[in-house]
C-alpha cells in the first residue's frame, strides 16, 4: 500500500506541473466539498510526511514541484480522477491529463483505482490547508534554459543481442507494482557466483542460474524498511576483496525513524523521515549455500525523506592486495532530499556526509565511533578543522547513484538530476561536484526559488572550482540515470572501450567512448538497441511497462548483464553487430 501512496503523489507531481505551466485561468474552484475535519487532515498529513514529502513540498519546487495552492486551482473531483486512473483519463483525451502527459515527459502511472476513496480524499484534504506560496518561488531569474541540451542522442549501429538468464521470485503480489525491485547483480570474489538484490530485503544467490535466498534482511533486521518505496529497502552490497578468508559482507538497508542513534544527524528540529544502516555480515562459511553467521553496525544516518540514501557501496575491482586502496570501502550518499525540502545548508559541504562519496576502511577502528576506519590517504584526512567529516572522497552530488572504475583505473560515478540534467562524472579526490549550485553543466536556480529550472553558466564561474560532468543528457532523453560500466570482457569485441549505461525509468540504452571521458569535455552519448531470441524489442516492450526500471552488472569474467525491475527478470549480453537490422 505505501509503494502505491508514492505513485499517489507522482499523479500529484503531473497536477502541479499543469497548475504553472498552462496559460492563466481567472476561473474560480469550489471545493467546498473538501473536509476540512482535523482528524481526516491530519491522516492526509501523516501520509503526506511518511510516502510523499520525498518528492514534494509546499514552498519550492523539488524532485516534484511544489503543491501549495492546488486546490483553488483543480476541482477536488478532478485531483480524485486523476489519482484513481490517470491512464483512463489520458486515453479519454482529457485536456488536463494530456498536457499535464506532454508536458512532463513521464511514463503513465499504473491505475490506483483500489485505493479507497478515504485514502485519497484524505491526501486532498491536507493539500487543501496549503496555500500558494506566491509568484516569488517561481518566477526565476530570467535567461532560464527550456531545452538545457538542444541536441538529441544519436542512434548509433550497435545493437547486442540479449539471452534471458533467470526469473527472479516475485516480491510483490499486486499487479500494481513492479513485480520486483532487483537493483545490483554482482559477484563473490572466491567462487563468482552471482548474487542480486531485492530492495524488499532479499539477497539471492545464483545457482545454476536459478536465484536461492543467501541473506534474508527483512528477517534479521526486524526495523527493516522497504516503505514508502522508491530509494527505501535494501540498498546496496559489496563483498570484500578478501571475502574467501574473511567472510565479510557490507550492505545498505532503511529502518524506521528512532530505530537507532544516528551517528550521522541534524538538529531536533529538522524531521527525520527514516535511517540508512551500513552493515557487517561475517559468515561462518564463505562457500556456503546460504548466510550463517553475526552482523555489526558500521555506522547510521538520518534522512529527511525517502528518496537519495545510500544506494551504492562497492569496493574498487582494480585494487589487489598491498595497494592502498584494497579494501577501501566506497560509498555513495545522496542528498535525502534536503535541498528540495529548503535544507540546502545540510549538503554540498565537507562538514555533511549528504550529497558525497565516502571512502572507508571497514577494518579499521579509527572513526570518531570506533567502528571503521578512515584512511589516511583520504583527501580530508589531515584536516585539521574538527568539524570536517574526513571519510569524505568528494562531494557535490544530489544521488551518486553508481560507481565504477574504468580499466585505466579513472573513477566513474553517475549522478542522478533534479528536473533536467542526468550526468557521468570522473571522480577525483577532494573535488566539488556542484550540487545543489550546480546541475550538471549549468547553472541552478536559487534554493530558494524554482528547483526545476537551470541557466547559462556565469562568466566568473572558476570562483568555485566545480568538477563539471564528462557526459551529460537533459530530460528529454531520460529522467534518471542508471550507471553502468566499461567493457572488461572478451566474448563481445565490439563493445571494447565503451561504458555502456542507460535509462532507469524508460530502460533506453547509452553508451560513451571510454577514449573520449576528458575532464572539461563532454563525451557524446550515443544509443544502442538490443535483440532478445533474435527479435529486435525494446525493454518496454518486453517488461509490458512503460516503466522498466533498468540497471547493469557484470561477472567475474567481465561480460555484462542487464536486470528489469518491472518483470524480474535478468539478461546477460551475449553478442553484438555493428550492422544492424531495422529496429524499433
Not at 497548475?19 to 474560480?28: H, K, M, V, Y
Not at 501520509?47 to 510523499?52: D, G, L, P, R, V
Not at 540479449?162 to 516475485?170: A, D, G, N, R, Y
Request: aromatic fraction near 10%.
Amino acid at each position: 500500500m505505501n509503494e502505491k501512496r508514492i505513485l499517489i503523489v507522482s499523479a500529484v507531481v503531473l497536477l502541479q506541473v499543469y497548475l504553472f505551466s498552462s496559460c492563466n485561468s481567472e476561473t474560480s474552484i469550489d471545493n467546498s466539498s473538501i473536509s476540512t475535519d482535523s482528524t481526516n487532515i491530519a491522516a492526509g498529513e501523516a501520509s503526506f510526511n511518511k510516502n510523499c514529502s520525498g518528492c514534494h513540498n509546499f514552498r519550492q519546487d523539488g524532485i516534484g514541484p511544489q503543491l501549495g495552492g492546488i486546490t483553488t486551482e483543480i476541482s477536488a473531483d478532478w485531483i480524485h480522477d486523476f489519482i484513481s486512473d490517470s491512464r483512463k483519463m489520458i486515453e479519454s483525451r482529457d485536456e488536463r491529463s494530456v498536457q499535464l502527459f506532454k508536458k512532463y515527459k513521464r511514463a503513465v502511472m499504473p491505475s490506483f483505482a483500489t485505493l479507497k476513496d478515504d485514502e485519497v480524499n484524505a491526501i486532498i484534504a491536507f493539500l487543501h490547508t496549503h496555500k500558494s506560496p506566491g509568484q516569488q518561488m517561481t518566477k526565476g531569474k530570467g535567461g532560464e534554459l527550456s531545452n538545457p541540451i538542444p541536441d538529441t542522442i544519436a542512434l548509433s549501429n550497435l545493437v547486442v543481442k540479449l539471452e534471458p538468464v533467470t526469473q527472479i521470485p516475485p516480491s510483490s503480489d499486486s499487479a500494481k507494482l513492479p513485480l520486483t525491485r532487483i537493483t545490483k547483480l554482482t559477484f563473490q570474489p572466491n567462487t563468482g557466483d552471482l548474487f542480486i538484490n531485492d530492495l524488499r530485503g532479499k539477497l539471492y544467490k545464483l545457482q545454476q542460474n536459478k536465484p536461492m535466498v543467501y541473506l534474508d534482511i527483512a528477517r534479521l533486521k526486524p526495523k527493516f524498511t522497504h516503505e514508502a518505496g522508491l530509494a527505501t529497502g535494501f540498498g546496496s552490497f559489496a563483498f570484500h576483496p578478501g571475502f574467501a578468508k574473511n567472510g565479510l559482507l557490507y550492505t545498505t538497508h532503511a529502518e524506521a525513524h528512532g530505530s537507532g542513534k544516528a551517528d550521522f544527524g541534524f538538529a531536533d528540529s529538522i524531521k527525520v523521515n527514516l535511517q540508512w544502516v551500513l552493515t557487517e555480515w561475517k559468515t561462518e562459511n564463505p562457500g556456503a549455500t546460504t548466510f550463517s553467521g553475526k552482523s555489526r553496525e558500521l555506522f547510521r544516518v538520518n534522512m529527511m525523506s525517502d528518496i537519495h540514501g545510500v544506494q551504492e557501496i562497492t569496493f574498487n575491482p582494480l585494487s589487489k592486495p598491498g595497494d592502498e586502496d584494497y579494501g577501501m570501502l566506497y560509498i555513495g550518499v545522496g542528498d535525502g532530499g534536503t535541498v528540495g525540502l529548503g535544507y540546502a545548508f545540510l549538503t554540498h559541504s565537507i562538514e555533511k556526509i549528504w550529497g558525497t562519496i565516502l571512502r572507508i576502511d571497514p577494518m579499521g577502528r579509527n572513526s570518531d565511533n570506533g567502528q571503521y576506519g578512515i584512511p589516511k590517504n583520504n583527501p580530508f584526512a589531515q584536516n585539521q578543522h574538527t568539524k570536517t567529516l574526513r571519510e569524505i572522497y568528494a562531494y557535490g552530488f544530489r544521488n551518486p547513484h553508481r560507481i565504477t572504475w574504468t580499466k585505466s583505473g579513472e573513477m566513474l560515478a553517475c549522478n542522478i538530476g533534479q528536473g533536467n540534467i542526468e550526468s557521468v562524472n570522473l571522480v577525483m579526490p577532494g573535488h566539488d561536484y556542484g550540487w545543489p549550485i550546480r546541475e550538471g553543466t549549468f547553472l541552478s536556480s536559487d534554493v530558494n526559488e524554482n528547483l526545476g529550472k537551470v541557466y547559462p553558466l556565469p562568466g566568473n564561474d572558476s570562483i568555485y572550482k566545480i568538477t563539471y560532468p564528462v557526459a551529460q543528457f537533459d530530460h528529454d532523453e531520460g529522467l534518471a540515470i542508471s550507471g553502468g560500466f566499461e567493457y572488461w570482457g572478451k566474448d563481445i569485441p565490439q563493445l571494447k572501450g565503451k561504458y555502456l549505461f542507460g535509462d532507469i525509468p524508460s530502460g533506453r540504452l547509452f553508451y560513451i567512448e571510454v577514449a573520449d571521458i576528458k575532464q572539461g569535455k563532454q563525451a557524446p552519448i550515443k544509443e544502442w538497441k538490443i535483440l532478445i531470441t533474435d527479435t529486435p524489442r525494446t525493454l518496454s516492450e518486453v517488461c509490458g511497462s512503460e516503466r522498466v526500471d533498468l540497471h547493469l552488472g557484470r561477472d567475474s569474467r567481465d561480460e555484462l548483464y542487464i536486470l528489469t525491475k518491472a518483470d524480474g527478470k535478468v539478461y546477460k549480453l551475449m553478442s553484438a553487430s555493428m550492422k544492424p537490422p531495422t529496429v524499433h
